[in-house]
Nanobody
Framework: QVQLEESGGGLVQPGGSLRLSCTAS????????VGWFRQAPGKEREGVAC????????FYVGSARGRFTVSRNNAKNTVYLEMNNLGREDTAIYYC??????????????????WGQGTQVTVSS
């Protein structure tokens, strides 16, 4: 099955931006719905955004709506999460995940079986 690797995390000041990347080991990523999820200390893993196979279908969860943008470049086997106007509440480990499903809503961790290792995002001054 496809393997995923996240990159692009780091330390950013409140109000700043980051772009995360999720790169797959092979071109079959184009067959998968891909989701971004996050887990803050002491909290359950939650959905952030999901994107369909062609990139035309997207779904955002909660506070990600209006601040984050999910996109994909299947030619590069990569899915992106552009995050703007970051706040301290966005501090978490961010994971990408993939699954052979046909929907982007709901964007819930329980629906996805292939996971990356995660990348830390810390929002702090």
């Amino acid at each position: 099955q496809v393997q995923l690797e996240e990159s692009g995390g780091g330390l950013v000041q409140p109000g700043g931006s980051l772009r995360l990347s999720c790169t797959a080991s092979d071109p079959t990523l184009e067959e998968y719905v891909v989701g971004w999820f996050r887990q803050a200390p002491g909290k359950e893993r939650e959905g952030v955004a999901c994107i369909g196979q062609t990139g035309r279908g997207t779904f955002y969860v909660g506070s990600a709506r209006g601040r984050f943008t999910v996109s994909r470049n299947n030619a590069k086997n990569t899915v992106y999460l552009e995050m703007n106007n970051l706040g301290r509440e966005d501090t978490a480990i961010y994971y990408c995940a993939a699954e052979l499903i046909a929907i982007v809503d709901p964007c819930e961790p329980s629906l996805f079986g292939v996971w990356g290792q995660g990348t830390q995002v810390t929002v702090s001054s």
